[in-house]
């Protein structure tokens, strides 16, 4: 009961108060001495650095690059209707990257680890959103802009630049929200 007079709370109700307060206060001094840094890594025990997750993406890339006869570009059919003239090509004539050393070499500074993402073809891009990097569920967006490289009518090997965005998790999962 509340003392009128003083404004102080009596035994019993001091007595909730305490629970109360321990049921909150607990849980989260636990969690703030326990818990790993953002962005760990449980099953490598470590925080992946950004070089790791973009040779990562980039490894994604030649996997799924296109391949010669394939008339595919990255396993998709689904854009094909949309492919211009020089998607076609790139489809039908590719020329691949061998490794990701020459990737990186061939495309210098092509690749970014950020928060936010606007991409060309998505409306408002991509985020990483605060309950997403606090439970690992994604913790960066990977953007790598390289050239689509195919041979023109004559053997000649061309280019045309290239997007690629997505987002990672704690360990280098690729996480795609759309």
Known sequence: MIDKKLGLLGIKDGIYLAIILLTIILPISYWYFTAPPLGWCKAEGRILSDQEKVEKVIAVILKEYPKEGDGKLFNSE?????????????????????DVNEFLALNPNCCNVVQHYISPYKEGGEDVSFFDHFT??????????????????????????WDYSTGMDNCGKLVWDF
Do not use: F, H, N
């Not at 020089?86 to 691949?96: D, G, H, L, S």
């Not at 390289?146 to 280019?159: M, N, P």
């Open 78 to 98: 689904s854009y094909a209707p949309y492919y211009d003239g020089v998607q076609m090509r790139a489809a039908k004539y590719p020329v691949p990257y061998q």
């Open 136 to 161: 690992g569920r994604k913790t960066a967006v990977i953007s790598i802009k390289y050239l689509l490289r195919y041979k023109d009518e004559s053997g000649e090997i061309q280019s045309k630049s």
